[in-house]
């Protein structure tokens, strides 16, 4: 093997070693990006913005975990119960304060306000990240607020 070729060889390793470690370094990071709701039947995350034009992204209770791990942009979540009280027992969970509630047609939402969880969206009733929606029953929470259909 030529001097050239053993340096290029060399140069290889190195690169791949630096890259490893890299990827090593991040890894932790990736991993602690847990789901925000436990148990729930369907989640939804959004990505892209905090506002009704976030992409959307559907995934099964099986499927969350990796969709969210790696997905770009995150920017929230929520969680589909056929129980309305499961749905509350999550904002419990976060010790959210709740903010305000508003009935339009046959959906009742609550706002809330949680110190436990990042970020927010600016409301009439303030910082609002953490929002449970119920109808007929079933429930959906999110944060900071549920985007799309519910």
Known sequence: M????RRAAWCAVV???ALACAFLLLLPQWLDK???F???QRYTFFSGSASSQARITVATPEEAPFVRLTLQ???GESAYYPSAEDAFA???AYGAALLLVQRSADVTDYYYYSTQLEGGVVLSCGLVNLHV???AGG????SPLIFGGY
């Open 73 to 75: 942009g995150y920017t």
């Open 15 to 17: 690169f791949f070693f």
């Open 38 to 40: 436990a148990g729930a």
């Open 133 to 135: 929606a119920v109808r």
């Open 139 to 142: 429930g959906v929470v999110g």
């Open 34 to 36: 847990p789901l925000l």
């Open 2 to 5: 030529s001097r050239k070729a």
């Open 90 to 92: 999550q904002a419990e």
